[in-house]
Each structure stands twice: as C-alpha cells, then as structure tokens.
C-alpha cells in the first residue's frame, strides 16, 4: 500500500476515554450493534474489542497523531507506541502486509484454484477450542457448514448464515443453509449448495490470514470465525488428506485436526 493509501484508510480514534487510542478502518463496514448503540452512527471498524466507541470521538492520521504525541513513529510498521492499543497496531501491520502480498506475485490468478485450511473458532473461546477444516475449490458452503456443525452442535433448530471477516446480519455473503433457504424463500439469500469455497475466494480475494465468520440464532447470537491458516494447490490437499487421520469428512472436505478444552 502506498503511505497516502494506508494514511487514508488506517486512522487514530481519539476518545479521551480509557488508557490508550485505538485504530480505525475507514474502507472496512462498522460492526453491526443493536439499535440503542451508536456504533451504527460512526464509520469504519475498530480494529480489536478491548474498549467502545464514542460518538465524541476524533480521527487523527497517524502524522499528526505523532506530532500531538511527540513520538518519531510515522508508519505503521513494527511495534505499536505506548500511547496506542497494540492490538489494533498489529492488525493494521497484518492488513497490510495481506494487502501487499495480494498486489503482488501470482495470487490473483490462483485465488478460485486453490484450497484452504480453515481454523474454526468460537469468539470468546479461541484459546480453549478450535477446529482445522481442510476445503477443495468445490468444495460447496453446504459441506462445509455440515462440518461446523459437528463441532458446535448446532443443527437445522439453529439459525444460521455465513459472511466475511466479523459480518453480523449484514453479511456480504448472505449464504444460509438449504432448509433455512427453503423456508424463507427471500432472494436476498444465497442457498448454502450453490456456493463453492472457490466462490467465496472470488468474492473475499480469500488468502492467507482472511478470516470467514459465521453467526447463528440472531436474536441472542453466538458468533464462529475462522482464519485462513494455510493456502493449498489441489495436488497438495490430496497428498496432505492421504496422510493424515480424518476427524471426520464429507465428499470434499475434512476436520483434519482439532484442540478442545481440558475437561
């Protein structure tokens, strides 16, 4: 990304509340909250959960930021100064090396061919519990969420419906599963069997680090992500699933390794 790009996506937000300033992205949608907050009022997302937004708020770029704070760090890049949440500075660091990595090599013509290791996590929950799901290109998003749901005991009682990054109800994606389908009949949704990972790919320029997310009963919602572990050539995936033990597996899918929480 050039230093204009990042400057005018990436800024501080300022709130005089709490004992550091966060990150702002201005090209990503605001997380979506119930409709008392104001969050829906204020744009871009901030980049880690450790604090609320205010409606009192500045943006301040990064410069200027620096100047008010009298430190010499001027691009976001290594650690994060004390006066800024480092979580938020190394996502920034993380977006934009993904960004880079995109612009350049062969990527853009491998995304759609290729296949992924997908890391299951419940929010809330990533340290204890996880899930490593191995997808093909065809693989289709019905497959994988039959897949889902033989960790999170979630079944057709369950609401469901699939987006991009952290995407609530305003899912790009909008993809839910074929009963659920069935019975809203709403065209606004995408049935789960008619969409392929390598769709996805083509939708989200999937790759490495991207995240996928998952959300279900959308009145008291419980939120699934997943991040991009590792990217797969077609002849690589079928020698890693010939290899390995499978957790278990549908037509071109498996659960290929897993962590659960100490009992």
């Known amino acids: 990304m ?6 005018d996506r990436f800024v501080i937000e300022v709130s005089r509340v709490g004992t550091v300033d966060h990150i702002v ?3 990503a949608d605001p997380a979506s909250g119930p409709s008392y907050s104001f969050r829906r009022e204020l744009s871009g ?6 604090s609320t937004r205010s409606p009192a708020s500045e943006h301040i770029d990064l410069q200027d930021y620096a100047d008010w704070k009298a ?7 290594g650690d994060a100064p004390d006066e800024v949440c480092s979580y938020c500075w190394n996502e920034v660091v993380e977006r934009i090396e993904r960004v880079e990595q995109h612009a350049s090599g062969d990527i853009g013509e491998r995304i759609g061919t290729v296949g992924y290791r997908l890391r299951w996590k419940q929010k809330g929950r990533a340290r204890e519990e996880w899930y490593d799901i ?5 693989t289709t998003m019905a497959e994988l969420d039959a897949l889902v749901c033989r960790f999170t005991t979630l079944d057709d009682l369950h609401l469901r419906m ?3 990054e952290d995407e609530y109800l305003d899912s790009t994606l909008n993809v839910i599963p074929d009963q659920q389908f069935t019975e809203v009949r709403d065209p606004s949704y995408t049935n789960a069997s008619e969409v392929t990972i390598a769709d996805v790919a083509d939708s989200a320029t999937l790759w490495d680090g991207d995240r996928l997310s998952m959300v279900s009963d959308f009145g008291t919602p419980s939120h699934y992500y997943c991040i991009v572990k ?3 050539d077609p002849g690589k995936i079928e020698k890693l699933l010939e290899k390995r033990d499978l957790i278990v597996a549908t037509e071109t899918a498996a659960i290929i390794d897993e962590k659960r929480p100490e009992q």
């Open 134 to 138: 191995v997808v093909r290109p065809k």
């Open 2 to 7: 050039t230093e204009t790009a990042t400057t």
């Open 45 to 50: 997302e901030k980049l880690c959960n450790r």
């Open 25 to 27: 992205d201005l090209e």
């Open 230 to 232: 590792e990217v797969y």
């Open 71 to 77: 430190f010499d760090k001027t691009a976001f890049e």
């Open 162 to 164: 699939y987006g991009l």
